[in-house]
């Protein structure tokens, strides 16, 4: 049974830098062939994803995002983390991680286990 929990602040001052990581439990980040990602929620918005880290560690990301989006991660404690630089109020959102097991824009289904959200605002 995986499990996936986010963690970080709850918030961000505008220009700063937002880190979140995801722990996962039940599995590990490294089994193929999955994907772990991160995806947002604007209030009033539909989801949006961010990118992933890849169980063999290669990355890719929101096309609209790239230039400010990091993903890492840290296999000894089954973790990956998130860091969107430069941050708006454009960017408080709900956010979460998730496992991806598939691909079409914007789409639920691409993800068959999540975290339960965590709530971040960007303010001064």
């Known amino acids: 049974q995986v499990q996936l929990q986010e963690s970080g602040p709850g918030l961000v001052k505008p220009s700063q830098t937002l880190s979140l990581t995801c722990t996962v439990s039940g599995g590990s980040i490294t089994d193929a062939y999955f994907y772990w990602s991160w995806i947002r929620q604007p209030p009033g918005k539909g989801l949006e994803w961010i990118g992933y880290?890849?169980?063999?560690?290669?990355?890719h990301f929101n096309s609209d995002l790239r230039s400010r989006t990091s993903i890492s991660r840290d296999t000894s404690k089954n973790q990956f983390t998130l860091q969107l630089s430069s941050v708006t109020p454009e960017d408080t959102a709900v956010y979460f991680c998730?496992?991806?097991?598939?691909?079409?824009?914007?789409?639920?289904?691409?993800?068959?286990?999540w975290g339960q959200g965590t709530q971040v605002t960007v303010s001064s």
């Open positions: 998730a496992r991806q097991i598939k691909w079409g824009v914007d789409r639920t289904s691409n993800y068959d286990r």
């Open positions: 880290i890849a169980y063999e560690g290669s990355t």
